[in-house]
């Protein structure tokens, strides 16, 4: 018998949903925070296209908790350093992920780690944390190292490339063969592009909220099934196929096909595919982004790419960075740069919960079973925590800087129990494909491009991120300074 399932989800369809939402509104106990509370389709487009301006135009009105109507539905927000850590750490029983406005991302993820709560989410935690302890971390660097090697082959000087679809490919190419044996040459995973239908997969929450709510043939809903489908083709291959031949290793799949209760329960085929395809998506899509944003943002200040490949010469000789190196933070500049990226572009931006009981906040009154999101992206733009926010500054996070900082001011990776399991590994992916692709190459952009952001339902480049192929000793070197040698 598997262990215990967490619990049905209030419906699966669309309609019904809109239907339950708006009843469990009419049932509020006590006021929602004030705010902009009418139906309203043109906020409900600008937050799908644009939410950052309008969180932080709230925050200026209302302060750091309100509500706006969405759609059908109010959520209310809580920004700021006191909210963030009130929803992930002080108060975090108040609420749960799994009936949150993100919800219909269960029908592509089913419940693992991300989506489920309680003591469910508390097993399957414990369950695979020894995958991610920072020794079992340290020794996926041979596996970085090796396929970020492989894939710089593909990146020629005087070509352009599309850093963040090379980045999706090689850090999926990563997350299968670190997080789970899985070979991306094998005859499986070669049947199918991982990274192309992930890619459709996740393209489904960056489509029009009015079309999502479509199903039948040709709607962006059955175009990620299909995606889904073919995704579940390889996992349950490698499934079927461990515990065929019985072969185990260091990864979190071995850990899930050996993981059972105290009354010696074992998890299930559904159970164990849910959580790898949790952290297959979560364990590449977030690091992309950082790669992406982060080379984004060295195109435009050469002179910190200059500091950077400075201290690189200096540390590294020349030679591959070990973990050791990267894990310490002996690279200072590029940790520095690491964290301000994630400040300014923190991919999974949103923090989605419901309410389970109703709540005070602030002198503000929150009803039960309402939808509450914390917002680490507009967090990290409060002007009075960030000075000049919209400035990528990686000095802010000196460590002289980063210790005035006050706590739950700056959360990329969530907090409490909740905090990212993947954490060491994507700050060890990405510190690792930074230093090898700025030893590699220079990079720049075009100079018509323009960055526009999506939400899929993480942040990352809406029209990908065209890059400019050139030597390394040209690497975007400041106009009258001297030119690093490669
Ligand atoms: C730069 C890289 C990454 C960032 C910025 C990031 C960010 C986050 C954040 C903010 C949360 C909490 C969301 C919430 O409170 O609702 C989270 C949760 C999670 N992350 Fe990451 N993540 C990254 C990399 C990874 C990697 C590499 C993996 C897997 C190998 C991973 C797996 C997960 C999982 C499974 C959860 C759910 C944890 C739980 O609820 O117990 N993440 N991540």
């Not at 990864?251 to 899930?256: A, E, G, P």
């Not at 400075?310 to 000789?317: C, G, M, N």
Request: aromatic share 10%; proline share 7%; charged share 25%.
């Amino acid at each position: 018998m598997p262990i215990t399932s967490p619990p049905p989800l209030r419906t699966m369809s669309p309609w019904l949903t809109v239907v339950k939402d708006l009843q469990a509104e009419r049932a509020a106990e006590v006021p929602f925070p004030p705010g902009e509370t009418s139906f309203s389709l043109a906020r409900t487009k600008r937050f799908a296209d644009d939410p950052l301006p309008l969180l932080l135009e709230s925050y200026e009105r209302y302060g750091p908790i309100f509500t706006l109507r969405l759609f059908h539905g109010q959520v209310v927000f809580m920004l700021g350093p006191e909210a963030n850590h009130y929803m992930t750490v002080s108060h975090a029983s108040n609420f749960e992920w799994r009936e949150s406005h993100f919800r219909e991302m269960i029908s592509f993820l089913g419940d693992g780690l991300l989506t489920t709560d309680g003591d469910y989410h508390r097993r399957s935690r414990q369950a695979m944390l020894p995958a991610f302890h920072s020794e079992r971390v340290k020794a996926t660097i041979d596996t970085m190292t090796e396929e970020t090697g492989q894939a710089l082959q593909s990146i020629k000087p005087g070509t352009t490339v599309d850093l963040y679809k090379w980045t999706r490919k090689l850090a999926l190419r990563i997350a299968m063969k670190a997080l789970f044996g899985l070979d991306p040459d094998g005859a499986e995973a070669q049947r199918v592009d991982a990274a192309a239908l992930f890619e459709q997969a996740l393209g489904f929450y960056a489509t029009d909220f009015r079309l999502r709510l479509l199903r039948g043939p040709g709607t962006p809903w059955q175009r990620q099934q299909r995606a889904t489908k073919l995704l579940n083709g390889l996992i349950y291959a490698e499934i079927n196929r461990r515990r065929r031949t019985g072969e185990r290793g260091m990864d979190v799949l071995s850990l899930l096909l050996d993981a059972s209760d105290d009354e010696g329960h074992t998890l299930s085929d559904v159970q164990i595919r849910d959580e790898v395809m949790t952290l297959l998506f979560a364990g590449h899509d977030t690091t992309t982004s950082t790669v992406a944003f982060m080379f984004y943002e060295l195109a435009h200040h050469p002179e910190v790419v200059q500091r950077m490949r400075r201290e690189q010469q200096q540390t590294l000789a020349g030679g591959l960075p070990t973990a050791e190196q990267l894990m310490r933070g002996e690279l200072g500049e590029l940790e520095m740069v690491l964290e301000e990226t994630l400040r300014k572009y923190p991919p999974a931006w949103i923090g989605p919960r419901r309410s389970v009981r109703a709540f005070e906040f602030q002198g503000k009154t929150v009803p039960g079973d309402a939808f509450v999101d914390y917002c680490s992206w507009a967090s990290h733009h409060l002007p009075d925590v960030f000075p000049q926010p919209f400035a990528f500054r990686p000095e802010r996070f000196s460590a002289e800087a980063k210790a005035t900082l006050p706590k739950g001011a700056y959360v990329p990776f969530g907090g409490g129990s909740r905090t990212c399991i993947g954490m060491r590994f994507g700050q060890l992916e990405v510190r690792t494909i930074a230093t090898m692709l700025l030893g590699h190459c220079s990079l720049e952009l075009p100079a018509s491009f323009q960055l526009k952001v999506r939400q899929m339902p993480t942040i990352s480049p809406k029209e990908g991120l065209p890059m400019y192929v050139g030597s390394p000793a040209s690497l975007n070197a400041p106009r009258n300074a001297d030119p690093v040698a490669a």
